[in-house]
């Protein structure tokens, strides 16, 4: 060959031709002068084979993108040429073509955590509650036994709700935690009360890898009369078996939570290690899952229940921590991104 011919150029004009066609003939024509077996295209790979080795290589490569490209778009076109035929009616309804696949519709994985978590309550005895995202400063702070000048305030970066001009009431926040719904549930009624209580909460923070505006809690609450921390410490312990396998070990730590006395965090032995050691569980062996605790006696006592005859525990963790885990994911605004490719994996 003489000259080796412009291919972007070649390309540029046979797809702007090509999104002119509009019906089969017009179609077939622009195949014949594009794809045909005397179209420049055809002719340059069939010259290939005369050109000198290291000229060939890429010649070829850019030669076959040529020719992808070309028929994926001429594919392409005739879907849609034969679409807009058919809309007009001009051509009859082919019954004989196979149906497209119908693509079902899946949980977000973290409704399917979090109906998995609660199926393990439920299963011991626990009911599920659920409380508004809105709530006022009572329920979230001061009857949790944390008034406004506390500090356990500054550790709930809140998002405040501004009420409407001339609407008066108690100050507004979206939730920083799901523990309200203990008060709401224990307002309500007398013990024996045992709950679980699924639900999003809210912390004006910047978000990076593992840090969500918005993410979700499971909070639960037994109260009764004679409940001790062995309860808790049973409960917590069945939790982690049943979530993250039979073999699965438990630690508890002292910790603070102004609505619990005696506080606690509770952590599995690293799975992924075995408690030896290892990136996911910061060399410590344990991976901490969630704040529990004693119900606090002024707690109960603000709700009406007397702390002289019942007792009880509550505990609550972050939801998008237990697959995070489970299946070592690495960013949490993956949840939240709605991207597919990520989501339907699950
Ligand atoms: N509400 C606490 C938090 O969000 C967790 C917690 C719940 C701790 C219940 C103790 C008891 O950090």
Redo the contacts with the bound molecule.
């Keep these: 060959m003489s000259q080796a011919p412009n291919l972007e150029e070649l390309q540029r004009q046979a797809l702007a031709e090509l999104a002119q066609a509009g019906d089969a003939a017009a179609l077939e024509t622009w195949r014949v002068r594009y794809l045909g077996k005397k179209s420049v295209l055809i002719q340059t790979l069939r010259a290939l084979g005369g050109l000198p080795p290291d000229e060939r290589r890429a010649a070829g490569a850019r030669a076959n993108q040529l020719k992808v490209a070309l028929e994926s778009g001429f594919a392409e076109r005739k879907r849609v040429v034969e679409t807009l035929a058919l809309a007009a009616g001009k051509e009859a309804l082919d019954i004989s073509l196979p149906g497209g696949p119908v693509l079902l519709g899946r949980l977000h994985p973290i409704t399917a955590v979090v109906r998995e978590i609660c199926g393990i309550f439920m299963r011991m005895g626990f009911e599920i509650a659920e409380g508004p995202d809105v709530e006022t400063d009572y329920y979230n702070f001061e009857a949790l036994n944390i008034p406004a000048d506390h500090p356990a305030r500054d ?2 970066s809140t998002f405040w709700v501004e009420r409407q001009a001339g609407s008066a009431g108690p100050p507004l926040l979206l939730r ?4 309200p719904v ?1 008060i709401r549930v224990m307002e309500k009624r007398q013990p024996p009360v045992r709950v679980i209580a699924p639900g999003r ?1 809210y912390r004006y923070e910047a978000t990076d890898a593992t840090h969500e505006s918005m993410f979700y ?1 499971i ?2 609450l037994a109260v009764d009369r004679g409940i001790t921390m062995a309860d808790l410490k049973g409960t917590l312990a069945q939790f982690a078996r049943l979530f993250f396998g039979p073999e699965r070990k438990t630690r508890f730590r002292c ?1 603070y ?1 102004p ?2 006395e005696p ?1 606690m965090e509770c952590a599995i032995d690293c799975f992924a290690c075995g408690g030896k050691g290892c990136r996911m569980c910061g060399n410590s062996g344990w991976l901490e899952i ?4 004693m119900v606090h006696p002024e707690v109960l006592r603000r709700v009406g229940i007397d702390p002289d005859v019942y007792t009880g525990f ?5 939801v998008e921590r237990m697959p995070i885990l489970k299946y070592g994911i690495d960013d949490i605004r993956l949840f939240y991104s709605n991207d597919l490719r990520f989501l339907r994996q699950f």
């Design positions: 550790s709930f920083t935690h799901t523990s203990q909460v809690q909070e639960g910790d939570f609505f619990v506080g969630l704040g529990a605790g509550a505990f609550g963790m972050g």
